[in-house]
């Protein structure tokens, strides 16, 4: 075969990955799998989103006398569906659900947790802005049978793999597992995940930051030195930097990934701790983050050295290429 380039579909490299950890169950190949068949559902429904007003809208019955259901439950309902017959996982959690969620008593319960959001930023899907999916899997703590809120509420420490999709231009699936953060995009012709991102690395230093800056005047001190700093001219600092800001939190944290900078979502004087969520926002963002050599910190300590307390707790974010999260660390911790 004359050019070498391999076609390697995300069920090979997770196996080849898996094989290099002697005594790895197999199991976190299966939840992947089981995880990646849900993604192509939702792909499915996500990328005729633009036709609602042939296909109805959420609430309204469509040609065939079915419900149509907001896309985010219906991402949450697809996601459920897929992984919980599987026998690989104890518990679940969701951004929809308010608590935890049972293996339903007829299927075997497995060794993992799975922690995710179903449709992030699905507000945006209207103006066909990118939105996506965030997971988060840990190993269980309590010894079997059905699963606890204390096997949910893990520090982001003890992930063995997050991964989130980006519905884009093209549709991609980034995880980690712990050994480096790899892309996969969809090619709807075959319906696979094929590696197109290997071994992604954050630049060490941006010159983008992504922020609301709608939330200034609520700002503290140091968040606002911090972004007027960036706003100054200075060459040899690369500044000033661009602003971008999708207002999806996958689509900003992507090209923050790819194009390295910072991602902000500070606390203010409304929400001392800011929008995002802990458990399946903020801590599977950080593990890729930092497995891609960059840093994510809330303000005070690392964010996956937060214990957290209680399933949908928020605490704010700031994300991105190591010096450029050194720098804004600086100044969220001047007197
Ligand atoms: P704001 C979407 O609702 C979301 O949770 C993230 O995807 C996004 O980054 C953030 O909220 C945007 O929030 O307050 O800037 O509109």
């Known amino acids: 075969m004359e050019n070498n380039t391999k076609i390697v579909t995300l069920e090979r490299h997770i196996n080849e990955m898996e094989r290099q950890h002697p005594g790895a169950s197999g199991h976190f190949s299966n939840i992947l799998r089981d995880l990646s068949l849900a993604i192509k559902i939702i ?6 989103a633009g036709l609602v007003n042939i296909l109805g809208a959420a609430g309204t019955q469509n040609v065939s006398g079915d419900l149509v259901k907001k896309l985010d439950v219906f991402a949450d309902e697809t996601i459920y ?6 026998g690989h996982l104890c518990a679940m959690a969701s951004e929809e659900h308010e608590s935890i969620i049972e293996i339903p008593d ?5 060794k993992y947790v799975l922690l995710y959001d179903p449709l992030d930023g699905s507000g945006n899907i209207d103006a066909n802005v990118s939105i996506g999916t965030i997971f988060s899997i840990y190993r269980r703590i309590s010894q ?3 699963g606890t809120i204390d096997d949910l509420l893990q520090p982001g420490y003890k992930q063995i793999a997050a991964g989130y999709v980006v519905f884009g231009s093209s ?3 980034v995880y980690t597992s712990g050994d480096g953060v790899h892309g996969f995009t969809l090619d709807p012709s075959i319906g696979e995940f094929l590696l197109s991102h290997e071994n992604i690395k954050m630049p060490k230093r941006g010159k983008i930051y992504s922020v609301n800056e709608g939330n200034y005047k609520w700002w503290g001190t140091g968040v606002k030195k911090y972004i007027k700093y960036l706003q100054e001219e200075d060459k040899a600092s690369s500044r000033p930097y661009s602003g971008r800001y999708i207002g999806s939190l996958v689509a900003d944290f992507h090209r ?3 194009y390295g900078g910072i991602y902000l979502y500070p606390g203010d004087s409304r929400n001392q701790n800011g929008k995002l969520r802990l458990m399946y926002e903020n801590n599977p963002l950080a593990y890729i983050c930092e497995q891609a050599g960059g840093r994510a910190i809330n303000g005070e300590k690392r964010i996956l050295d937060v214990f957290p307390t209680e399933l949908h707790q928020r605490t704010p974010l700031f994300i991105g290429s190591e010096e450029d999260v050194n720098d804004c660390e600086r100044f969220l911790k001047e007197p």
């Open 171 to 173: 549709t991609m699936l």
């Open 43 to 48: 792909w499915r429904e996500v990328s005729k």
């Open 256 to 258: 923050t990934l790819l």
């Open 144 to 146: 079997n049978g059905k």
């Open 81 to 86: 569906k897929a992984m919980d017959h599987g």
């Open 106 to 110: 007829q299927y075997p319960k497995g």
